[in-house]
Structure formats: structure tokens, C-alpha cells
């Protein structure tokens, strides 16, 4: 039973992290994703999971190792819910996603260095005095 419950919490750090660092990454990211949230809140949850996950997991794993007393169907679907994690990570794209989110993020920093640089961008350039050629 305990690995069952290793691989799920395992599972779900692994979900979590995917989702986190897609937020993260987007240009136009969420408020839950601000690098302050990232930092005190969903980094210590991720390590949680994924923590208590391998702890609930390495007594059962070290029975297996020694006895060879493991109940089959625990072997089962614990291997089963990893498996879907890894299909599921797959499913998610990430680097493709990662490589469109920065693209869009040099696409959107070009155009403030353009923004910057272009005569006529500074509103207190309206107001200066221009010489006559």
C-alpha cells in the first residue's frame, strides 16, 4: 500500500513542477507563478511530494530487495501510475511549449528595446525645443 501511495505523491510533485515551470516560463504568466510564489510556496510543495513520496516508497522497496515479500499488485500499479506520470510528462510537450514561451518572450523584449531607441518614444522629448534644419 505504501507504494501506491509513494508513487502517487511522486506523481503529483512531478505534475506540479510541469505545471509550475510552464507557468513560470509564459510571458504572460498568472499571478500564482510570480517568482515570489515560485520561491516560498510551490517549491517547498514540490519537494514534499516528491520527498514523502520516496520515503512512503524505500521501505517497501528495501522489503523487495532483501525478502523478495512484496505484494505484486502494489508492484503493479504503483509501476502503472509512474508510467502514466511519464506518458502524461510526454503528453505535455515541454519543450516545445518552453522554446514558444521564449520566442514570445525575445519577441516582446525586442520590442521594448525598439520602443526605447525610437525618436519620438520619450514623452518629454515633446516638450524640448527643436532646432530647424
Known amino acids: 500500500m505504501r507504494l501506491i501511495l509513494g508513487a502517487?505523491?511522486?506523481?503529483?510533485?512531478?505534475f506540479t513542477l510541469c505545471i509550475?515551470?510552464?507557468a513560470a516560463r509564459n510571458p504572460r504568466k498568472p499571478a500564482w507563478a510570480s517568482e515570489r510564489w515560485v520561491a516560498n510556496c510551490h517549491s517547498i510543495i514540490i519537494l514534499m511530494f516528491l520527498s514523502?513520496?520516496?520515503?512512503?516508497?524505500?521501505?517497501?522497496?528495501?522489503?523487495?530487495?532483501?525478502?523478495?515479500?512484496?505484494?505484486?499488485?502494489?508492484?503493479l500499479a504503483s509501476a502503472g501510475i509512474l508510467l502514466a506520470t511519464i506518458v502524461g510528462v510526454k503528453a505535455l510537450k515541454l519543450k516545445k511549449r518552453l522554446a514558444v514561451y521564449e520566442a514570445q518572450a525575445a519577441a516582446i523584449d525586442m520590442t521594448r528595446?525598439?520602443?526605447?531607441?525610437?525618436?519620438?518614444?520619450?514623452?518629454?522629448?515633446?516638450?524640448?525645443?527643436?532646432?530647424?534644419?
Open 8 to 14: 502517487s505523491l511522486i506523481s503529483s510533485g512531478v
Open 20 to 22: 509550475v515551470m510552464l
Open 52 to 75: 514523502f513520496g520516496l520515503f512512503c516508497m524505500l521501505p517497501d522497496l528495501f522489503k523487495l530487495a532483501t525478502d523478495g515479500m512484496t505484494d505484486p499488485l502494489s508492484i
Open 113 to 133: 528595446k525598439v520602443a526605447a531607441v525610437s525618436p519620438g518614444s520619450d514623452p518629454a522629448q515633446e516638450y524640448l525645443p527643436h532646432k530647424a534644419a
